[in-house]
């Protein structure tokens, strides 16, 4: 029998509350997601103890979030607190206050604790498996070395966006060269990150305001961020736009949101000097954090695993449970597409590439999803749920392709398709998708 987990993250500048329900056969889905912004970092005084209007307004948002919980049925409340509270002289004194004014524990993360999070969300949502894993919050950057999604080396350091902009800004500008150097100057304590050669994995908030900001000045065509890339001369072209900027123009930027306009300097430095030491060549963006980490162990302590072997699979299986659909149909078909895919590579008949039979599986398998809409036009909201609902373990790319396999009726619909997302996928790999999608036809 599933329930409602409430699982709030007080970071140093913003608190969250993400509401889900979770069934221990494998099934947690989003239902609320609250956000405020406290800026706890910035709270912080000379005497290095949070000052009383923090206290006042993370007590209020807390009174909100249990509101919330309430009224949503929530039956269990998992809290936790970073950087900022960690950091403060009286910052187990705010955890007090909070439990004795709302009822809510927080458990007060250590910087390895909280990068042992990210890393488990990285090695499951993103699907490089060898990468330089980052979350830039607003108090602190948790760095972790993942190789085969293992994690081999991890640190926090005590400096991200919030304290970065505050200790770096003079007559209300941030100077850019002197956070520069700085993190040049962190980063050189931390040797396995010097020239790693291995793309960066980066999650927080500053991360997916980065890749908004790309995708609206590009005119990305899928307006998701998570598993966004950006090669290492496309952030370059970004940053120098945005750095070059006068501050006021900032504030008009697409993608920019408000209350990170003053902080997005910072941020940008942060990520331009760290692909520059680690010699990285590409961001990618993880939309998943600290919270789904937290999911991530539950399910994992559940099953005595140390990692889902198949972030894909795992999804695709969700996706299922979620819709209410019988497995066992939509598994003899992916069982008959991928036996006949064999085949026809066998004769000489496909040219497949290495990825091709692993997302023709779970196409296969998903091909009849968008029935739980509405049966009349299912391949259309098939295609529609594949394309938009955040898939682990794939790229933009491939998420794209599974969507167009899963509901391939007609060539036409798919050219149109392929037009669409024509900067995502070649419109000279038509015949990839159109083969397989036949095959899911056929063995449907």
Avoid at 163 to 168: A, I, K, Q, V
Avoid at 312 to 323: I, M, P, S
Wanted: with cysteine.
């Amino acid at each position: 029998m599933g329930h409602r987990i409430g699982i709030i993250d007080l970071g140093s500048n913003t608190a969250r509350l993400v509401i889900y329900n979770y069934d221990p056969a494998g099934l947690f889905v989003e239902q609320e997601n609250l956000k405020r912004v406290l800026r706890l970092s910035a709270r912080i005084q000379f005497d290095g103890r949070l000052d009383q209007q923090a206290f006042d307004e993370t007590i209020a948002c807390f009174q909100v979030f249990r509101r919330l919980c309430d009224v949503n049925g929530v039956t269990e409340i998992v809290a936790v607190a970073t950087a900022a509270v960690r950091q403060a002289v009286n910052g187990h004194y705010l955890i007090n206050r909070l439990y004795d004014e709302t009822g809510i524990r927080v458990r007060l993360l250590t910087g390895e604790e909280e990068a042992g999070y990210i890393h488990l969300a990285a090695a499951h949502a993103i699907a490089s498996p060898d990468a330089i894993v980052v979350d830039l919050g607003g108090g602190s950057a948790e760095f972790i070395r993942m190789i085969d999604r293992q994690r081999l080396a991890a640190t926090s350091m005590p400096f991200g966006a919030v304290n970065l902009t505050l200790n770096f800004t003079e007559n209300d500008t941030v100077d850019a060269a002197a956070v520069g150097t700085f993190l040049r100057q962190q980063f050189r304590f931390q040797p396995w990150l010097m020239k790693a050669g291995l793309p960066i994995i980066a999650s927080g908030g500053m991360a997916r305001t980065i890749a908004k900001i790309h995708q609206r000045r590009r005119q990305y065509s899928l307006p998701s961020v998570h598993h966004y890339a950006l090669s290492r001369a496309e952030f370059a072209d970004l940053a120098t736009w945005l750095l070059e900027m006068p501050p006021a123009a900032r504030s008009g930027v697409s993608g920019l949101p408000k209350h990170r306009v003053d902080l997005i300097v910072a941020g940008l430095t942060f990520f331009q000097e760290l692909m520059a030491v680690s010699d990285s060549p590409e961001l990618i963006i993880n939309a998943k954090g600290l919270r789904e980490g937290m999911i991530v162990e539950r399910l994992l302590t559940e099953v005595s695993r140390m990692v889902i072997d198949d972030p894909l699979a795992f999804c695709a299986g969700q996706l299922l449970l979620r819709h209410d659909i019988r497995p066992e149909h939509p598994r003899h078909v992916s069982r008959l597409a991928c036996s006949l895919f064999d085949q026809f590579v066998e004769q000489g008949l496909f040219v497949a590439q290495d990825s091709d039979r692993r997302l023709l599986e779970n196409a296969a398998l998903l091909h009849d999803v968008g029935r739980a809409i509405d049966v009349h036009e299912s391949e259309q909201h098939t295609f529609y749920l594949l394309s938009n609902v955040l898939t682990m373990g794939v790229t933009h790319r491939d998420r794209v392709r599974i969507a167009l396999i899963a509901s391939f009726r007609a060539g036409k619909t798919l050219k149109n398709r392929l037009q669409t997302y024509g900067d995502i996928v070649d419109k000279e790999d038509e015949a990839r998708q159109e083969a397989p999608g036949s095959l899911v036809l056929l063995a449907r």
